[in-house]
């Protein structure tokens, strides 16, 4: 990504306008439990409905389909259906759905290179006392 990918606009609108909320509607989908799975296997061609269920653990059927609807309601992917027995569906991204590979695969690589640093901020969060309980030579004492 560019220095110009991480500007911030010169004024942020407020947060009911238009615009403001066409975005979070759309970070909203992008950045869901299984959207960024999605996007990801498909970045390498067109798939069928479960070949993309076993290439996401842990994802139900009803949750792959509910995700896969609001993608393509998005204008993301697509859904091809051919009328064979069984009937056979492939899902594949369209262009826009290509472009937003590399912020995602950005974020996905990003996330790969830092887990360890990110695991151990959470090791040194979760052992300090809380604000509200002052530590004195290994005992906790609550503030009144």
Partial sequence: MSPGHRKLPATTPAPDTGGCVATREILDRIGDKWSLYIVALLADGSRRFN???R???GISQRMLTLTLRGLERDGLVTRTMYPTIPPRVDYE???LGRTLLTPVMALVNWADQNQ????????????AP???HVLVQGVVYQRR
């Fill in 51 to 53: 070949e993309l269920k």
């Fill in 55 to 57: 290439g996401i653990e």
């Fill in 93 to 95: 991204l369209t262009d």
């Fill in 116 to 127: 360890a640093a990110i695991a151990e901020a959470h090791k040194r969060f979760d052992e």
């Fill in 130 to 132: 809380e604000p509200d």
